[in-house]
């Protein structure tokens, strides 16, 4: 028989009241309880959709109170030496000290910045593979000791089991699980620590089957990397190992395809074998030819990274000599978890009536899946209902008037060669813009955002129901903005910013105002913890109908004498946080979105605003998982944001901003974007990602993130001081600038006040350092 299952399913809830829920336990309003309780209602109602919908087993283990990752450290008891837990607290408390760390909160509501109280930061968070989702990233030594802890695993298969599912558990495999840690110890290598950590999975999956799960799913992602020989070799070993346990497994790759590990994947000793047939497609052939015969194939059919509806005869015809080949073992997934994709569109409140029709969340999807089985195990007729509805929307699709718009693509094809280059080289740039600003040494600013306050959203969503009108809401808005340039000025930040008051997210925001986007009311995705984001639609050409953000800048720059930092989200970000199109190369998308942007800049600089930030935050991101695809993607990321940034005139100081990401990579492309001044996450990394740029005479100027804005604790003066002399040991003093690593949204008025006054006290120090020729003591 045709099976059908799914490798995750969204964690959030419709109206997201995971969300909800953490929030108010974190606040002390709700008991763990109470919390435990929301947490397995909703696991129930997604098995049970997932049993409604007619998959053969429902996943049990893809669920988190905050991270799967996370799960994953408790569940092998590999909770960080550093948190110092003395088993008082219970496991949920350690999980929530490990996902947020501990804020030694005084009086005021915010950490003195002691350096003491630094130990008990939360685990680092870093991007999910190519997705704008973020794990918790495990911590590795040589002390790290492995002790099975599947309480909670347990009861989740129990509880399943005693609703009558069958029951698949998900589960990381071993080796993605320790390639996803970090050691701290130089030296030394995580692999060693896989003898240690088997014994433990192996008792795991017994006691899985023991308890009533018939599969494993073991994922292992790190397939679809380019991997080092050692952890290649690895592989046979660990499936041996994980093999004795006796619980079928079916190994789960997806994001990638598998090249060079392709037929060792096939030969490991499992029971089967899932592939990623949306990024991988091309693979189907050889990965069929080389899995033995009495092997399950799983194939990712539906896309799970992207929201348009199969194509389900394109589908069918790539499935059915499959079916024909493989009988039997023939399973039917989407591409991979759909925790990256909203839960449903269908009846969202907010999305465009005819898009609707196009779309498929995650439920959707799991229909998807039911009529493709049927239709291979009884006949295209059982359900040629269903397949004439799909296809008429996905010629609705292909047809619709508003996906094209001619004039888009003739503007790209007439665009000058030097449409990505500015007027002059950087130094005459630079002295152009050193007349007009007259900027200290070392200037001050921020990243763009203020603290997204409980009254402002309230704004914004009583507006959004029609119950604050545009006026009233825009004077709100403007309220927030005299609020934060007064800030500001009070701070003495020399640079200041309007704060995105007005924002709902830095993508959503532009999506919601360009013509070839749809959006919607709660088309919410995991991003991390409790935090959402509701990616856009991008279904069709990109144009700007009106300016996006002109009015709010000038608006700010009018209220001070200070030269106010414009704020606009790059083609690269936007498109990468957007659910795009699948109907033409993303590089053309790209490049849509960038003269969008560009004539937004050249907007905001006829307005007056003499400053402007493209962010791109998101640049890395986009970056294959495959090295061979690296120079193909940069070409045209990086000329996207040229274009983007290169219609402004020389004495307009251009920025761009970069954040969550390992850019050691890709310094000279960085470079090679040729902005005034980019901004870069780097106190994490204690500054030591500006030896990178100090290596290569990075020539234009930088600022290096002083101080980490996903913690409310308060850096220090001296904090400061020390890494910006750190910087200044390999950037000269003429090029950086003094900032935080990325935007205060996430942080309260009071520990962002505290910490710039530090910030802005650091600087002067630093001037006058300067002016007395050397560091004064
Ligand atoms: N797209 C995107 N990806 C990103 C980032 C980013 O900024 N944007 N930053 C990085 C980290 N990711 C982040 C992702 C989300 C949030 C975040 O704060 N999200 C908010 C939602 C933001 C939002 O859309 N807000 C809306 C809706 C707010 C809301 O929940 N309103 C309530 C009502 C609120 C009230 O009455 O007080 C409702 O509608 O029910 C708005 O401001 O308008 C959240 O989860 O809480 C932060 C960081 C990487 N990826
Ligand atoms: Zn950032």
């Known amino acids: 028989m045709i099976k059908t299952h799914t490798l995750g399913y969204p964690r959030i809830g419709l109206q997201r009241e995971l969300k909800f829920a953490l929030e108010r336990h974190w606040r002390g309003e709700i008991d763990a309880a109470a919390l435990e309780e929301t947490g397995a209602a909703l696991h129930e109602r997604h098995w049970a959709e997932q049993a409604d919908a007619g998959l053969d087993f429902v996943t049990v283990g893809d669920f988190a109170f905050y991270d799967h990752v996370a799960n ?59 997705t704008n989702y973020h794990y918790l990233v495990p911590e590795f030594d040589t002390a790290t000791r492995f002790a099975l802890a599947s309480e909670r695993l347990l009861g989740e298969v129990a509880q399943a089991r005693s609703l009558g599912h069958r029951v698949k558990v998900a589960l990381i495999g071993p080796l993605s699980f320790l390639w996803l ?154 591409s991979c978890s759909l925790l990256h994709v909203p839960l449903s569109l269908r009846e969202d409140g907010a999305m465009d009536l005819e898009l609707r029709g196009w779309l498929a969340g995650a439920r959707e999807k799991l229909d998807e899946l039911q009529v493709l089985r049927r239709a291979l195990a009884e006949g295209e007729g059982s359900v040629w209902l269903e397949l004439r509805e799909a296809r008429a929307a996905c010629e609705a699709r292909r047809t619709s008037t508003r996906v094209r718009r001619p004039e888009v693509a003739a503007r790209l094809a007439a665009l000058s060669p030097n449409a990505d280059r500015r007027a002059s080289p950087y130094p005459e740039r630079r002295a152009a813009q050193q007349e007009r600003f007259n900027l200290p040494l070392y200037p001050t600013t921020t990243i763009g955002s203020f603290p997204q306050t409980a009254a402002i959203r309230a704004a914004r969503a009583a507006h959004k129901r029609g119950e604050l009108a545009q006026p009233e809401y825009e004077a709100a808005m403007r309220r927030e903005i005299d609020h934060a340039v007064a800030e500001q000025e009070a701070l003495g930040i020399d640079v200041p910013v309007h704060g995105e008051a007005e924002r709902n997210d830095m993508v959503e925001y532009f999506g919601e105002q360009l013509d070839g986007f749809a959006f919607s009311a709660n088309g919410w995705v995991q991003s991390y913890g409790s935090r959402c984001v509701k990616p856009p639609v991008l279904f069709g050409d990109v144009a700007r109908p009106a300016p996006m953000t002109v009015a709010w800048s000038a608006y700010a720059q009018s209220r001070t004498a200070r030269p106010m930092k414009g704020m606009l989200t790059g083609p690269v970000t936007i498109l990468q946080w957007s659910f795009v199109r699948d109907d033409q190369p993303r590089s053309a998308t790209a490049l849509q979105i960038a003269l969008a942007i560009r004539d937004e800049a050249i907007d905001l600089e006829a307005a007056g605003i003499g400053i402007i930030q493209i962010d791109e935050p998101a640049l890395r991101e986009g970056l294959p998982l495959r090295r061979a695809a690296w120079d193909g993607y940069l070409d045209w990321a990086t000329r996207a944001f040229r274009i983007a940034a290169c219609g402004v005139q020389d004495r307009t100081q251009l920025h761009t901003h970069m954040c969550y990401a390992e850019f050691n990579d890709i310094l000279p492309q960085i470079a090679a974007l040729d902005a005034d001044v980019i901004t870069i996450e780097t106190s994490r990394s204690d500054m030591e990602l500006l030896r990178g740029f100090g290596s290569f005479a990075y020539p234009n100027a930088i600022g290096p993130g002083v101080y980490d804005i996903h913690s409310p604790r308060v850096p220090s003066a001296d904090d400061i001081l020390r890494l910006m002399r750190k910087a200044a040991e390999v950037i000269a003093p003429e090029q950086l600038w003094v900032n935080p690593d990325c935007g205060l949204k996430t942080r309260a008025w009071p520990e962002t006040r505290a910490a710039l006054a530090n910030m802005v006290q650091a600087a002067r120090l630093l001037r006058r350092e300067s002016a007395l020729g050397g560091q004064a003591a």
Not at 202 to 223: R, S, T, Y
């Open 72 to 130: 994953h450290i408790q569940l092998f008891g590999c909770e960080p030496a550093r948190f110092g837990f003395d088993g008082r607290e219970t496991a949920l408390a350690r999980y929530f000290t490990l996902a947020r760390g501990v804020a030694h909160e005084h009086a005021d509501g915010i950490c003195c910045g002691n350096a003491q109280h630094a130990g008990t930061a939360a685990l680092e968070m870093t991007k999910w593979f190519d």
């Open 181 to 334: 840690g970090k050691t701290r110890d130089a030296g030394f290598d995580k692999l060693e620590l896989l003898d240690a950590l088997l014994p433990a999975y192996v008792q795991l999956l017994a006691q899985l089957k023991a308890a009533g799960a018939e599969w494993a799913q073991v994922d292992e992602p790190i397939l679809g990397l380019n991997l080092p020989g050692a952890w290649i070799l690895a592989f046979e070993r660990t499936y041996q190992t994980l093999n004795t346990a006796q619980l079928p497994l079916l190994l789960a790759t997806y994001f990638s395809p598998l090249e060079e590990n392709l037929s060792m994947a096939c030969k490991l000793p499992v029971a089967g074998l899932h592939v990623d047939a949306v990024r991988a497609g091309h693979e189907l052939q050889s990965i069929a030819d080389w899995l033995p015969a009495h092997k399950v194939l799983s194939v990712g059919i539906v896309d799970g990274r992207n929201i348009w509806r199969t194509d389900l005869d394109a589908a069918l015809a790539r499935l059915l000599p499959l079916a024909q080949r493989r009988g039997g073992d023939l399973w039917l997934a989407p």
